[in-house]
């Protein structure tokens, strides 16, 4: 297996893996940086096809984390744990217990949230063995939308930028992926008057979308060929390759996955078919900005405040991209590499839990 030598390894801290016989658990934790304070990042449960495919992942996603918290001005480094597995079926309280136990021996040097295959309440049930399990649920039992709304005030600026819109209304977005995130997106689209085409694994979500929003149903493999004004990748990562570049149709990609080029030339790529790219972890970082929010005097509109300054780092981005003829997510890496360069050394501390730093500082 390879680690030190994998392409994706780029200087990690650590990496530790998770086993525990009695529960089944068999995970990973990455720390990619704290050089800005604790490493945060989501616990993903999914069914990886080899522990290499798991390890590949989980380094990936560990070191988007650490770009994202540093673009978005916040005093965190970047973390991501995967547990193997089919969470349909293989997750328990007892493997997330284990999982919460691990994290815990790091004593907040890796701090966790939700992630694909993990919800809040599996947060709480985590979080009676570690006090690093981030996420809670809203008085109505929903949680913030702070994910959906950033990539919808991303997904706008794009649209001003490539298309001279100011308005959404008629527009056809192709959103990939109606879970969470994707659905509360496709709601504000929909009442932004955008018309919507959608597609998912799970029959279910899509057939909400269409009956809810009026969304046209399509295969997962064919939506980016859909002709539409803007493609939003809200599934897993990876999408955006020599193959599925040559086949969009919409000059605007925008959306929530992570990790949605296939290699970082892939954002060159799109460029030169003159496709405006939001840079994954710049236009999705609204989750991060709420969780870093957690106090007691938490308040949702505050958070969707700072989280609506992703239109201004957007805006510089696109801005600097067209002057200096750079692919946007060079331009996003080159922030963030900047702050870390200019960051102190992190340690273990719970930074997470206090005030963050003004959100989307100017560079």
């Known amino acids: 297996m390879a680690v030190f030598d994998s392409s994706n390894f780029d200087g990690h801290e650590q990496l530790v893996f998770c086993h525990d016989p009695a529960s089944g658990l068999k995970g990973i934790i990455g720390i990619h940086s704290t050089t800005l304070g604790p490493a945060l990042g989501g616990c993903r449960m999914w069914p990886y096809a080899n522990e290499q495919a798991a390890v590949d992942d989980v380094l990936r996603l560990s070191r988007g984390m650490t ?75 929903d949680h913030c939308p ?84 803007v493609f939003a990748p809200c599934a897993l990562g990876g999408i ?36 405006l790219y939001a840079p994954d972890y710049v236009i999705n970082a609204g989750g991060l900005i709420d969780v870093a929010c957690e106090r007691p005097n938490y308040d949702v509109d505050r958070v969707l405040a700072k989280v609506a300054r992703i239109e201004d780092t957007l805006t510089k981005i696109f801005e600097r991209s067209t002057a200096e003829k750079f692919p946007t997510n060079v331009i996003a890496d080159r922030l963030a590499e900047l702050r870390l360069r200019q960051g102190q050394p992190g340690g273990v501390t719970n930074k997470a839990t206090t005030s963050p730093a003004p959100v989307f500082a100017d560079f």
């Open 67 to 141: 770009y994202k918290a540093a673009v978005a001005g916040l005093d965190l480094g970047g973390g991501k744990a995967v547990i193997i597995g089919d969470s349909r079926r293989d997750k328990s309280p007892d493997l997330l217990l284990a999982m919460a136990r691990f994290i815990n021996t790091l004593g907040g040097r890796y701090q966790t949230a939700e992630d694909v295959g993990t919800t809040i309440a599996d947060m709480d049930v985590m979080r009676r063995d570690t006090p690093f399990a981030h996420g809670f649920a809203l008085p109505d039992g």
């Open 240 to 275: 955006l390759t020599d193959e599925s570049i040559a086949e969009l149709s919409a000059p605007v990609v925008a959306g929530a996955a992570n990790n949605q080029l296939a290699e970082d030339r892939h954002g060159a790529v799109l460029r030169d078919r003159g496709i």
């Open 146 to 229: 702070a994910t959906a709304f950033g990539v919808f005030v991303g997904l706008r600026t794009a649209v001003r930028h490539c298309l001279g819109r100011e308005d959404l209304a008629g527009l056809t977005v192709a959103v990939q992926g109606v879970g969470n995130v994707g659905m509360r997106l496709c709601q504000y689209l929909s009442e932004a008057g955008a018309e919507l085409i959608v597609a998912d694994v799970s029959a279910q979500a899509t057939a909400r979308a269409a009956k809810d929003f009026g969304a046209r149903i399509v295969a997962p493999d064919a939506i980016h060929r859909e002709p539409a004004d």
